[in-house]
């Protein structure tokens, strides 16, 4: 068992955090990974009211510890205060590292994280009274805030910070885990790999995307921003290909029945239908390793079990 700082801090078993995953990664499969050992997290939704709709799903599900991301150019200040006395973690990402915040949060009695994309941001957040920080490289899937690959960055933050530090980006299997703890992170964190679980909210062809996809497929654009304009973010080609010679406003219906318009930076959920394809389709650098649909739980177990392996034929 690979105890660290961060396993310490927030009280799980493994040091790997689930990425939040928006737009398909609800309560469902972030009390899965809590389950199963990690550390789950579950997009705040935007508003007060789906941070205590998810967070009631979570406290239904797992007694142990979760976490909630909040994206900051669409923070709610409620659903901060809602998540801080209910969630072990509160973590933000995409802004400034903000002191009041933080002291929002501690108030709240959970604690503090920043995602970040420099040894500067990561400085800030410390500052800040962040209780840990995540070095997100350019591999990572998802909207991107650096421009530095995960292992410089992370030499960077770690040089710079005493707090716990997570690493995120481009880790997909037990080898990608065990190389950036022997690297000195504290955990990791995994978004893409996730995406492909059962407990996963994304729709079957986006799933099937994934495992027919390699690291190459993925490209770092701005396709998907008519929602969330300047924030490069990562996705399979396919999708934005497939976006440009997708000439209509409108590229799919949700479940609802709401439009889901060109450009959107939201991925497709099981309940939409249409052109899924031009969608938004997030994927990260470590997409080769998604082969196959598994349970949460089955994906942590292979990620650590390798790493534990790995690491310990290091040692010895």
Known sequence: MLRTRFTELVGCLHPLQLAALGGVGLAELAAAVTEAGGLGMVPSGG???????????????????????????FLDLDGVEVAAARARLVEFFYGDPDEALVARVHAGG??????????????????????????QGVEAGGHVRGVLGLLPLLDQVLGVVDVPVLAAGGIGGGR???????????????GTRFVAARESDAHPDYVAALIAAVAGDTILTEAFSRDWPDAPHRVLRSSADALEAHTDDIVAMRGNGDTVHRGSSEPPARHVTGAVAAMALYAGQSVGSVTRIQPAAEIVRELMTEAEALLARRIG
């Open 110 to 135: 959970a604690l503090a994280g920043w995602q970040v994309g420099s040894a500067g941001e990561a400085r800030a957040a410390a500052a800040a009274g962040c209780d840990l920080v995540v070095a």
């Open 176 to 190: 990608a885990v065990a190389a950036i703890l022997a690297a000195g992170a504290d955990g990791v964190r995994v």
């Open 47 to 73: 508003s007060r009211a789906s941070v205590e709709q998810r967070l009631e799903a979570l406290r239904s599900r797992t007694a142990g510890p979760y976490g909630v991301n909040f994206l900051i150019p």
